[in-house]
């Protein structure tokens, strides 16, 4: 969908008493050439009943669209003009009838623009920017879109007009929604365009070496929208991972069955790891970032100031020291990968603090199952950093991503095209909503996931 709208540059002012702030002659041009559609297919319009009530009786329906009112009149529908009482139904209408129309459009007022903007619907945006300085009596502004979702400017036309007797510069700007999950998105086209065949220990994959993936953790939380991801999974690995816990039985008894698989009696015994019980993953992510090199005496020994405490040294750090060039946590320990049911994946994380006092985080992952491991490392990694921010008073900065070995499995790749089908929605925000003491401390409760709109699941088997 797109949005068209005119407002003061500087302060976002769109109109008062339900009349737009300015008539300007160029602008409803453009805006006509803009909404027009093709002599084949018409564009639709949405609008509320205020802007709808505000249009000339001898313009309305506006010619060659389809015009839709949002209203709590009751009111008869009738040739280009729809009436709706909620977006339910504007929304069932849109889809219902996509092969009749061409593109989508809202053109008012402040509500349907917030509401658009909310509901993740918006890739386009034509603004006229009025650099008008002066004193106005405004009521309605236009979202800080810019700021709050995410838009870049790609275009930009220039011309001035009279306003007040002065020349007043006006820009016809576009601008396109940045979606960062396009980034993971072309790196699985890239795997499936220049991937190279490659055996490994569990099955064929399509592999490529050395990429990177990266993210604004301060616009969104990137908890991929192709498919749905399963966030309880992902808050609930990663606080069993801060509490070093190493029984896969604890998250199995939460529903969180994602472990099971490499901590079976029958996978166990097949990597020689006879004398664990089934459950005891080892001495994994979680126990190295707590406890690194202590020794291992099973899930339920008490390892308190066992072992280096890597992530906690990083917290001090970033609270005490955050211009250091070491704050970083290493999963890969070599004296204890043969005890561990699964050596890490993602192994190194290193934390950066800049002079905007924004967190900013590169993690190292040595093997990146892109179809089902990845989205799943992405949204952890984000969770675990947003969590420091909280607790050590930072702003949000970058996520990035280096990929040693990234794969797709052969058993993933009509999945993964699947996926590709799909079109990129508005990431989620992340509200934490409680500053604790200790990191661990966190549980499920204390974190809102806002506005997480997705595609269904694609379903596909783990590869152990």
């Not at 020291?321 to 070599?334: A, C, K, L």
Request: aromatic residues 14%.
């Amino acid at each position: 969908m797109n949005l068209i709208v005119a407002y003061i540059k500087n302060n976002y002012g769109i109109g008062h008493n339900n009349e737009l702030l300015f008539y300007l002659k160029k602008d409803l041009d453009y805006f006509k050439r803009i909404t027009k559609g093709s002599n084949q297919k018409q564009n639709v319009l949405i609008m509320g009943y205020n802007t709808w009530d505000s249009i000339p009786y001898r313009y309305k329906p506006l010619y060659g669209r389809i015009n839709i009112v949002l209203t709590s009149k009751q009111l008869e529908s009738k040739n280009n003009l729809h009436y709706f009482n909620n977006w339910d139904d504007i929304y069932n209408w849109l889809d219902k009838n996509k092969e009749t129309y061409n593109e989508v459009f809202g053109i008012g007022g402040e509500s349907i623009y917030n509401k658009l903007l909310e509901d993740g619907k918006v890739d386009k945006i034509y603004a006229t920017e009025i650099n008008y300085e002066k004193e106005k009596e405004i009521s309605k502004y236009f979202p800080k879109f810019k700021e709050e979702y995410n838009f870049e400017e790609i275009n930009c036309e220039e011309y001035f007009e009279k306003l007040d007797n002065e020349n007043v510069k006006i820009e016809n700007k576009v601008y396109e929604k940045i979606y960062y999950e396009n980034n993971y998105l072309n790196l699985l086209k890239k795997l499936l365009n220049e991937g190279l065949e490659k055996d490994s220990r569990n099955s064929k994959t399509l592999s490529l070496f050395g990429e990177k993936l990266e993210f604004d953790l301060e616009k969104e939380f990137p908890l991929l929208t192709t498919k749905k991801v399963y966030w309880k999974g992902i808050v609930e690995e990663l606080i069993w991972f801060l509490n070093a816990r190493t029984d896969s039985k604890l998250l199995s008894n939460k529903g969180v069955k994602i472990w099971n698989g490499n901590s079976s009696r029958e996978y166990l015994n097949s990597i020689g790891l006879n004398n664990y019980d089934e459950g005891d993953c080892g001495p994994i992510y979680g126990f190295q970032w707590r406890h690194f090199n202590a020794q291992y005496k099973g899930p339920d020994f008490n390892y308190h100031n066992w072992g280096i405490d890597q992530l906690q040294e990083c917290i001090n750090l970033i609270k005490n020291d955050p211009n250091s060039r070491r704050i970083i946590m290493s999963g890969w320990n070599p004296c204890q990968l043969k005890e561990m049911a699964l050596p890490p994946c993602h192994v190194l994380y290193q934390w950066y603090v800049d002079k905007y006092d924004r967190l900013s985080v590169q993690m190292y992952q040595r093997s990146g199952d892109m179809f089902l491991g990845v989205p799943f490392n992405i949204a952890s990694t984000a969770l675990l950093t947003n969590l420091i921010a909280k607790i050590t008073d930072k702003k949000l900065g970058k996520l990035s991503i280096v990929i040693g070995d990234a794969h797709i499995y052969e058993d993933h790749i009509e999945q993964v095209k699947q996926q590709l089908t799909r079109k990129s929605l508005y990431l989620p925000k992340l509200n934490i909503k409680c500053k604790k003491d200790n990191i661990e401390d966190y549980t499920m409760e204390d974190l809102e996931l806002n506005n997480y709109i997705f595609h269904k699941p694609i379903k596909a088997k783990m590869i152990v």
